[in-house]
């Protein structure tokens, strides 16, 4: 299977070359694409290539197909059959409440495939893939327009689908592909379906999680890092539009093939990926990350949500897995002033301490902290002095100045004995 798409793709990269240079040479618009003829080479039928059928709706016709994988299959680290296992409380904490305890079997996954990455009232949704969890296993159905006629009943088609399901999962969905199916029924004169379910997008909680070690967030770059998945003979994404477009010139279904399967993957991997970065953000003590900066960005998390103690302790399980340096810094002071503010004070004067020993972007403000706590709280002046001519070392502050002779005049005031 892979060496032929392989040397599908090489023939679709041949092709697009031809287009283009047509194209820049200033060479004829393409005329509109006719209706299939059934009496053309099966190579022209979609349904010859593709496991499906052509379904009729009250808008029309359109294409559709589904793909069942069973519950013994994996998909990379991620065992199939543990979906259906997921809790239902699962998507509460990463949407922060919004989502309300639903099982795993009304959840929606969603990814579309368009004429353009742009968006706006010109750019179609040409397929649109739908994923759930079964007993069975995970089942993909696909949407697929074979002309713009289509549109009307492919989107029928899919508003009465998504009526089963209370939670729509996505990738970037909040900001391309429910916007542009909303665009789409509008145009078509029909209310969205989106309305009536609530909306999960994965990109977010992934990017806090894996942004600090990753160089990219992309859904395919996760398949791999992250589930050890490793596509063989994938269609681009920035191709699929041109794919398609060769389609309708040439009515060639076997150019399709791609696209289906570039969809379908990225749908299982969407949902095998909801069933890793939900549960870091549900249960934090439970994850068994071994990348330091992943611990970090799930406690940046939890921190914005105020639970300074659970945060405290995945900053210690980052330091623990290892960190970089500019990381490692920036986490020990932010755990002082965790610590600080939970009034564990010995805690926070050894964090303080250790950045106040070595050249670091936080030296100085860990030397002011240790010179504000032996004076304010210790009253133990020389200490809090020693402490402010070391940051008056790094940095000749007019305020370091102001506190350097305020305590040499309550050192000199302490050794003054006073007339009785």
Avoid at 85 to 92: I, R, T
Avoid at 376 to 386: F, P, Q
């Amino acid at each position: 299977m892979g060496e032929d798409l392989q040397d599908l793709l090489a023939i679709l990269r041949r092709r697009i070359e031809r287009i283009n240079r047509k194209y820049a040479q200033g060479g004829p618009a393409s005329q509109p694409a006719a209706r299939p003829d059934p009496d053309r080479p099966a190579r022209y039928f979609i349904e010859r290539w593709i496991s499906g059928q052509v379904v009729e709706t009250p808008c029309g016709q359109h294409f559709e197909t589904e793909r069942l994988w069973e519950n013994h299959r994996r998909h990379g680290s991620m065992d199939i059959g543990a979906l259906l296992e997921l809790p239902e409380d699962l998507l509460g904490p990463l949407s922060e409440g919004e989502i309300p305890d639903c099982p795993p079997q009304r959840w929606a996954f969603l990814d579309t495939e368009t004429t353009g990455l742009a968006g706006g009232t010109g750019t179609y949704a040409f397929l649109v893939g739908v994923g759930r969890i079964t007993p069975e296993g995970f089942r993909i159905r696909q949407f697929f327009m074979r002309d713009y006629g289509e549109e009307a009943s492919l989107l029928w088609a899919l508003d009465q689908h998504l009526a089963q399901f209370d939670v729509l999962v996505t990738y970037n969905g909040k900001v391309y592909d429910q916007p542009l199916l909303e665009t789409r029924y509008r145009l078509a004169r029909t209310r969205p379906p989106f309305d009536r379910i609530r909306h999960l997008d994965l990109l977010y909680g992934a990017r806090r999680l894996w942004k600090l070690r990753l160089e990219s967030c992309r859904l395919v770059d996760l398949e791999a890092q992250i589930l050890g998945f490793e596509r063989e003979g994938d269609l681009p994404g920035e191709m699929i539009p041109y794919v398609y477009f060769e389609y309708l010139r040439t009515r060639e279904a076997f150019r399709l093939v791609p696209i289906f399967h570039h969809n379908a993957m990225d749908i299982l991997t969407l949902a095998c990926l909801t069933g890793i970065v939900p549960f870091a953000y549900r249960s934090p003590e439970q994850v068994r990350f071994t990348h330091g900066t992943d611990f970090l960005g799930l406690a940046r998390w939890v921190l914005k949500t105020g639970d300074a103690g659970r945060a405290l302790v995945l900053l210690r399980r980052a330091v623990e897995c290892g960190l970089p340096d500019d990381l490692l810094f920036r986490s020990l002071w932010e755990m002082a002033m965790l610590e600080k503010r939970l009034k564990n004070l010995p805690a926070a004067l050894t964090l303080f301490e250790e950045l106040a020993g070595c050249r670091n972007r936080y030296q100085l403000a860990a030397l002011i902290e240790l010179a504000k706590h032996y004076e304010h709280v210790e009253n133990d002046y020389a200490r809090a002095l020693a402490w402010t001519e070391r940051a008056l070392e790094i940095e000749a502050t007019p305020e370091l100045e102001r506190r350097r002779e305020r305590l040499k005049r309550r050192l000199a005031a302490c050794a003054t004995p006073r007339l009785l």
